[in-house]
């Protein structure tokens, strides 16, 4: 129908690539979190030491 006309359209960004240090960041800081966690579980509700 409309064949001259010109359609102006956004080209597509080209995809991230991973970041696998970004990652292995993560897992230390869920790691130190959790070994943290612990212990102040242990400090709260642990026996006092004799």
């Known amino acids: 129908m409309n064949d001259n ?5 956004k080209p597509k960004p080209p995809p991230k690539a991973p ?6 960041l993560l897992v230390v800081i869920v790691v130190l979190a959790v070994f943290a966690t612990a212990w102040g ?5 642990g026996s006092p030491a004799r």
Do not use: A, D, T
């Open 19 to 24: 970041r696998p240090g970004l990652r292995k």
């Open 5 to 9: 006309v010109i359609k102006f359209r």
């Open 41 to 45: 579980y242990f400090q709260i509700v």
